[in-house]
């Protein structure tokens, strides 16, 4: 909204002041939604400084600068020590964490290819708790022997049930 059709910009609205024509905020803070978030935008950088950044941006750019602005502010108010950073770690975390899953089942898969088995070991009673995804890569990544036989798969599941899953008894497929 502009500020000639009839009523101010959100940040001029939020600032309680006349807008004027050629507002440097009015075509990015309309006047409903715009005030919320030039209210974050004002309290993290405040008004004079997001105007003068604003200036000196060339108006094709200016868009995408105050999106920017936006979400840092909004992020500075919800975290004001790590801002967007925190969501930044918070995803990097998650890639991390997804890497280390697809690679347990790339893993998994691979040794299934090798020794395909007629049943899959069946759990008597289910957990809550699960192991992380780097705990099951890294137990994986310590088995480097190939596994042999359905002996050998057996006690390897076991084993990871045990570490990983106290309390739950493993209870080996019944042969059909």
Not at 110 to 138: G, K, W, Y
């Amino acid at each position: 909204m502009s500020c000639v059709d009839g009523g101010p910009c959100g940040a001029c609205k939020f600032l309680r002041r006349k807008c004027v024509k050629g507002c440097v905020f009015a075509p990015y803070f309309d006047s409903d939604q715009g005030a919320a978030h030039f209210a974050a935008v004002h309290r993290v950088f405040g008004a004079s400084n997001a105007s003068k950044l604003l200036l000196r941006i060339p108006p094709q750019c200016r868009l995408d600068a105050v999106v920017t602005l936006c979400y840092e502010a909004l992020a500075r108010v919800r975290d004001p020590v790590y801002g967007c950073v925190a969501h930044i770690f918070s995803l990097q975390q998650q890639v991390v964490n997804l890497q280390a899953e697809l690679a347990h089942t790339q893993a998994r898969i691979s040794t299934l290819q090798r020794n395909p088995s007629p049943a899959l070991p069946v759990l008597s009673s289910v957990v809550e708790t699960s192991p992380s995804s780097l705990e099951m890569v890294s137990f994986c990544g310590s088995v480097d022997q190939e596994v042999e036989d359905d002996g050998d798969l057996q006690s390897l599941t076991r084993e990871y049930v045990s570490r990983y899953f106290p309390g739950v008894r493993f209870m080996p497929p019944t042969p059909h």
